[in-house]
């Protein structure tokens, strides 16, 4: 059964960092690419970012918003993926899902697997 | 980017009816990749096709997807209880992958 497990979100102030962690099980990770997604109730289900495996290069593609303040990477030997997101703005407050990402022809994906949700509030 | 638009934003349907959701994007979506997601309050969003019209592991057959270019459809074609969520869809023909923003299947 593939599982995908969130964790590290919680309260940060604006300017501040956090990092959340994703890890995977019941399917071949290194294999993978992983996507991060978030949900706010104003802007619904926004693309963050994904990350290639590292057969397949283990770049890296990040929404514009997000793009130069987050960092996406994976420890295949822990069978994790990570974002780190730093500059946080109250914009960035939203739930961050990780899902496994499925690749079309031209690069970009689509999520087979999504996990829990962590809750990233940023806030004075 | 390519902005996905859906309709209608609510529908109001009975077990048993079918629902029509549509999907418009901004431009062609060549290759008819477009993918749809159920999502229940307070769950992650579930896959429920991808490729347009191909269902992902699990799904019932009373749930189908079709379109071409730039107008994509999800029927169910007779509603049951546990399908009553919102409904996205999204585009992956190029980045930024981009999502519609949500149909609403309520209970009449």
């Known amino acids: 059964e593939v599982q995908l497990v969130e964790s590290g979100g919680g309260l940060v102030k604006p300017g501040g960092s956090l990092r959340l962690s994703c890890v995977a099980s019941?399917?071949?990770?290194?294999?993978?690419?992983m996507s991060w997604v978030r949900q706010t109730p104003g802007k619904g289900l926004e693309w963050v970012g994904r990350?290639?495996?590292?057969?397949?290069?283990?770049?890296?593609d990040y929404a514009a918003p997000v793009k130069g303040r987050f960092t996406i990477s994976r420890d295949d030997s822990k069978n994790t993926l990570y974002l780190q997101m730093n500059s946080l703005t109250t914009e960035d407050t939203a739930v961050y899902y990780c899902?496994?990402?499925?690749?079309?022809?031209?690069?970009?994906?689509?999520?087979?697997?999504w996990g829990q949700g962590s809750l990233v509030t940023v806030s004075s | 980017e390519i902005v996905l638009t859906q309709s209608p934003g609510t529908l109001s349907l009975s077990p048993g009816e079918r629902a029509t959701l549509s999907c418009r994007a901004s431009q062609d979506v060549s290759s008819g990749y477009l993918a749809w997601y159920q999502q229940k309050p307070g769950q992650a969003p579930r896959l429920l096709i991808y490729d347009t019209s191909r269902r992902a592991t699990g799904i019932p057959d009373r749930i189908s997807g079709s379109g071409s270019g730039t107008d994509f459809t999800l029927t169910i074609s007779r509603l049951e209880p546990e399908d009553f969520a919102v409904y996205y869809c999204?585009?992956?023909?190029?980045?930024?992958?981009?999502f519609g923003q949500g149909t609403k299947v309520e209970i009449k």
């Open positions: 999204q585009q992956y023909r190029s980045s930024p992958e981009t």
């Open positions: 019941g399917f071949t990770f290194t294999n993978a690419w």
């Open positions: 899902g496994r990402a499925r690749s079309g022809f031209y690069g970009a994906a689509w999520l087979d697997y």
């Open positions: 990350i290639k495996s590292k057969i397949d290069g283990g770049t890296t």
